[in-house]
């Protein structure tokens, strides 16, 4: 069963940094894209990165590119995002998720999420 | 700003057909494959249709997907109360390079 747990979510201010893990389980996590996607509070789904198996391509949105760095450790089965100089509209749920196989894909299976909250 | 555009609320009572419409453009609907999402309430989404019409696993025939130009739909037929959620259509943008969502669709089961 495909399993993703999201973590190091939490109260950051305005400027601050985070970092959000994901650790997959259930299938061979080097051979699948992954992606991170968020929620605001009452509002719809935003994509923010997105990783090949092999950290071959990377893609950010347009809203975090520069201040978030998508990352992965296929040896830990882990999924990583650097997020710096965040802004209070970054506070939202982040998903962690697992596209097909090989190259970028959108998201298949989705962790329950970490909520990030940016506010002084 | 969402670049797909979805109404914000659709309805029918159980056993009805409902459709949901998501509109983009030339440069990710039009040229690439379409995702639904389905979200119950307070739990993470679902992918309900991979690849514009195809149903993952799992997925009951009820829900169907299709695509024409640069619109796409999402019909659920005989309406169930569980189907009460919010939808997503999403897709790759070639001009953004990177992937778009809809704006979500509140489907209620009357």
């Known amino acids: 069963e495909v399993q993703l747990v999201e973590s190091g979510g939490g109260l950051v201010k305005p400027g601050g940094s985070l970092r959000l893990s994901c650790a997959a389980s259930?299938?061979?996590?080097?051979?699948?894209?992954m992606n991170w996607v968020r929620q605001a509070p009452g509002k719809g789904l935003e994509w923010v990165s997105s990783?090949?198996?092999?950290?071959?391509?990377?893609y950010y949105a347009d809203s975090v590119k520069g201040r978030f760095t998508i990352s992965r450790d296929n040896a830990k089965n882990s999924l990583y995002l650097q997020m710096n100089s965040l802004r209070a509209e970054d506070t939202a749920v982040y998903y962690c998720?697992?596209?097909?196989?090989?190259?970028?894909?959108?998201?298949?299976?989705w962790g329950q999420g970490t909520l990030v909250t940016v506010s002084s | 700003q969402s670049v797909l555009t979805q109404p914000p609320s659709a309805s029918g009572t159980p056993g009805q057909r409902v459709t949901i419409s998501c509109s983009g453009s030339?440069?990710?609907?039009?040229?690439?494959?379409v995702y639904w999402y389905q979200q119950l309430p307070g739990t993470a989404p679902k992918l309900l249709i991979n690849r514009s019409n195809q149903r993952p696993s799992g997925v009951p025939d009820r829900f169907s997907g299709s695509k024409s130009g640069t619109s796409a739909s999402l019909a659920i037929s005989g309406l169930r109360s569980e189907d009460e959620a919010d939808y997503y259509c999403?897709?790759?943008?070639?001009?953004?390079?990177?992937?778009?969502f809809g704006t979500g669709t509140k489907v209620t089961v009357i």
């Open positions: 998720a697992r596209g097909e196989f090989g190259e970028i894909s959108p998201p298949h299976y």
């Open positions: 990783i090949s198996s092999s950290s071959s391509y990377i």
């Open positions: 999403a897709a790759w943008d070639d001009s953004l390079s990177g992937y778009v």
């Open positions: 030339s440069s990710n609907i039009g040229s690439n494959f």
């Open positions: 259930g299938f061979t996590f080097s051979s699948y894209s």
